[in-house]
């Protein structure tokens, strides 16, 4: 019997579970589509038990398609969205507040309390990440606040923390497990990626009980086996990492110097800084690559907090589309977007400019302007903040990319990937399978059962797919770049009035 590992790629807007065999393929994949709500402007929240069931039922429906059974499965590897927050009941195992996603802006205030009390730095040289109400620490001390008797429930150990990965494991083992791994725990901003354990001064200031963490432990090993009663047969659970980390291993950058760049929801760009943890000054984010065979890897990291979800933002906000494929095919039908920039700050702006004030705008338009203007002008926002990102990571790093490896669903539009290349002036290498993340997860589970070696096997299967270079004059690539400059300065004075 072929033996198969299981990768689980909870992302934000979908779930997906695949079956990835020796060679690295994908012999098999089930994707649903998680709903997000909206409950106020700028926060974002799902259900946390939808995301347990959800992912319980891609796997259930991936074995019904393909005829698997979890006894051909030799690990489970998991990687999920990060930072998103779950709080639950140790006894009922019942969350006591949906999940609070990453993307969502509850604790502006409370972030702007710390870092009126000059807190930032301390958050940074600990934590590599700075007070922003994207990471879970707030997040953790919103809900404690504001769900009535959970802080003293909190104090008296009957409630746990954990990121989707924490919460899909312990779900999955029944109550039996309660643990995350290096990198998630690297994005929560209570963990001190220097002395790697989480940290009691930052703890203290946002008064979260330790009792509610999980423990930490590597990316790669056997956690625990998930209850018969989901898949028919307790599976080894043996591999966890963030989405953007797995990410980053399932592309093979394994060297010093070597990144890529998802485009999901958001657009993650992660640069491999090897046994290093590189401060930046350009709102870069220093975080934990990987955490292998007793040893830490670092990275940084600049996060778009709006990509993909802008495109849907045209299908279902705008009704400009009717699936996010249909985007390139207009965006192509016209030379240009004759000068129209759409700055898609729905919830603010991430790396480098970490401004929550800044809002979503549209600038250039004329009488002229078409939804293939508006619709190319949207994909091109990717780009540019791909650029923007780029551009910080090169100038903390010192290092000048050869490449930059892409993945993620918006990976798969040609056009965006030529306008990429172009106004990054960067070759775009995308592998034969943009699934990164499950792989990635796959990866490291099967290290840990010995389905693979090690990484030079995992390196040797990697395929690239399509080179896109830089086509475009250098000049006009510049002119673009500097007109999606001034939209992004126009779009942060706009709230402030100034
Ligand atoms: N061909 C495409 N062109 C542009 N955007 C796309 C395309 N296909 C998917 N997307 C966008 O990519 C996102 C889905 O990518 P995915 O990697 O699955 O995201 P996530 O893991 O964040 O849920 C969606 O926001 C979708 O709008
Ligand atoms: O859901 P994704 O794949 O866009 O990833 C979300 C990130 O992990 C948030 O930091």
Redesign the pocket.
């Known amino acids: 019997m072929e033996h198969y590992i299981l990768a689980l ?1 909870q ?4 779930t ?1 579970a695949m079956l990835v065999n020796k060679r690295g393929e994908i012999a098999g994949m089930v ?1 649903q589509e ?1 709903r997000l709500s909206y409950p106020h402007p700028g926060w974002v929240e799902a259900d946390a038990e939808r995301i347990f069931g959800s992912s319980v039922e891609v796997v259930r429906q991936l074995f019904d398609d393909t005829g698997v059974t979890a006894a051909a499965i030799a690990g489970i590897g998991i990687a999920n ?1 990060r930072e998103t927050t779950v709080v639950w009941d140790r006894e009922s195992g019942l969350p006591v507040y949906p999940a609070i996603v990453w993307q969502s802006r509850q604790t502006e205030e409370l972030c702007g309390q710390l870092r009126a009390r000059g807190l930032e730095r301390i958050f940074r040289d600990k934590t590599g990440l700075l007070i922003d109400p994207y990471f879970s620490g707030t997040k953790i001390a919103w809900i404690l606040e504001q769900v009535e008797g959970a802080r003293e429930k909190a104090e008296r150990g009957e409630l746990l923390f954990g990121t989707i990965d924490s919460w899909l494991i312990w779900k999955l083992t029944s109550g039996r497990v309660h643990v995350t791994d290096a990198t998630n725990a690297s994005r929560t901003l209570l963990y001190n990626i220097h002395d790697r354990r989480w940290d009691d001064e930052l703890l203290a200031i946002l008064g979260i009980p330790s009792a509610i963490l999980p423990e930490v432990r590597s990316s790669s090993e056997i956690y625990g086996y998930s209850d018969a009663e989901w898949f028919g047969q307790a599976v080894p659970i043996a591999g966890v990492a963030g ?1 953007q980390q797995a990410a980053l291993f399932g592309q093979g950058c394994f060297e010093e110097g070597s990144a890529k760049n ?5 657009c993650f760009m992660l640069m491999n800084t090897g046994r290093k943890a590189v401060a930046s000054s350009s709102g870069l984010l220093t975080t934990i690559a990987l955490e292998l065979g007793g040893k830490t890897e670092y990275a940084l990291e600049g996060s778009v907090f709006v ?6 933002w045209l ?1 279902d906000g705008m009704g400009l589309i009717e ?3 249909d ?2 095919k207009l965006a192509q039908s016209v030379e240009s977007t004759e000068g129209v920039y759409v700055v898609p700050a729905f919830v603010g702006l991430g790396t480098p400019y970490w401004d929550s004030d800044a809002r979503g705008s549209v600038f250039g338009i004329t009488g002229g302007t078409t939804k293939a203007h508006f619709v190319r002008a949207t ?1 091109e926002s ?1 780009a540019y903040q791909t650029k923007d990102v780029l551009d910080a990571m090169e100038k903390d790093s010192g290092l000048k990319l050869r490449t930059l490896a892409v ?7 040609d056009f ?1 990937m030529q306008f990429q290349s172009d106004i990054a002036g960067v070759p775009v290498e995308r592998p034969e399978q943009v699934e990164s ?1 499950a792989l990635g997860a796959a990866y490291l589970a099967g290290l840990a059962v010995g389905y693979w070696q090690d990484r030079e096997q995992i390196g040797s299967l990697r395929r690239v797919e399509r080179l896109f270079r830089p086509m475009l004059e250098e000049g006009r690539s510049r002119e673009l770049y500097e007109g999606w400059r001034r939209a992004v300065s126009a779009a942060r004075s706009f709230k402030r009035g100034v």
């Open positions: 790629d992302g934000t807007t979908s997906r994707q998680t969205q989405d998802t485009y999901g929801t958001g990509a993909g979800a802008a495109i849907q299908r699936a996010s494929e985007s390139e994909l990717l993945d993620g669903g918006a990976a798969k539009n965006l993340t």
